[in-house]
């Protein structure tokens, strides 16, 4: 049987070494599959992504990458930050090749990676702009080609399209979910939008149960039955309807 893609188990976590804010979290995200994990502001969504991602050491528990132990590692997942960090002294195909450039590649060979990906993420005009040149939801496509142009299997995003405003929010989630198939990714979505979860995701982690003092923990997963031939109307089925009613009554 092949390993999941990404895998948690039983994850309890600290808030700056000292009190535990996460515990026993498992978790699974299989190959090629987009799992999102929904839960209140300040409940630790944010704390389990720098798990996975290595950047945290837990107090109990493992991370696998398809089935290796790569706890407290970082450097084996893509990260993608809720802001874009584009700067804007470099123009945006520097932007997207900075990471390989920090690798040690060379600019012109960077460049020549990341220039035939700019019309299929659909910034095909945008390669010599500025930052300032491009829209909320452009600037928010780069972000995510430079995460791609990483090479990891495995994409964290932490609340990747809070930063826009609702009506590009929608337009951007739409069409991360067509790349998203169209890659294959394995992709871990944190978010504290229950829409934004259920129309993203095949399953959804529900982080709730926080009572005065104690620690966050799942407290259910929620299967996606999604409509395959829907596609941006998946939000005005029952089945979206009828998963976002469990997500909602998991969290209350």
């Known amino acids: 049987m092949r390993a999941p893609a990404l895998e948690a188990r039983g994850l309890t976590l600290t808030w700056n070494g000292s009190d535990v804010i996460v515990r026993d979290v498992s978790l699974v995200v299989e190959q090629g599959e987009v799992v999102c994990l929904v839960g209140r502001s300040g409940c ?3 704390t389990i992504l720098h798990a996975l991602s290595g950047l945290t050491q837990p107090l109990e528990g493992q991370v696998l990458l398809h089935g290796e132990d790569v ?10 930050l809720q802001k ?5 002294s470099k123009r945006i195909i520097d932007n997207v090749c900075l990471p390989l450039v ?3 590649m060379r600019r012109d060979e960077a460049r020549a990676k990341a220039e035939p990906l700019f019309e299929r993420f659909g910034l095909a005009g945008s390669e010599g702009k500025w930052p300032s040149e491009l829209s909320g939801g452009m600037r928010q496509r780069a972000a995510f080609l430079r995460t791609y142009l990483l090479g990891a299997d495995v994409t964290l995003l932490d609340e990747p399209f809070s930063a826009l405003d609702a009506i590009t929010r929608v337009d951007v989630r739409h069409w991360f979910c067509g790349m998203a198939r169209e890659l294959r990714l394995s992709a871990f ?3 504290h939008d229950v829409d934004e979860a259920v129309s993203m995701a095949s399953r959804v982690y529900v982080l709730g149960g926080v009572q005065q003092g104690e620690p966050s923990r799942i407290v259910g997963e929620v299967a996606v039955d999604r409509v395959t031939d829907a596609g941006e109307q998946f939000e005005l089925t029952p089945e979206f309807l009828a998963a976002k009613r469990e997500v909602m009554r998991l969290l209350a």
Request: charged letters at 10%; glycine letters at 20%.
């Open 44 to 46: 630790g969504k944010t």
């Open 71 to 80: 706890t407290g590692q970082p450097g084996h997942v893509s990260y993608m």
């Open 102 to 104: 920090i690798g040690g």
């Open 84 to 88: 874009d960090l584009l700067l804007p």
């Open 189 to 191: 979505v944190i978010t």
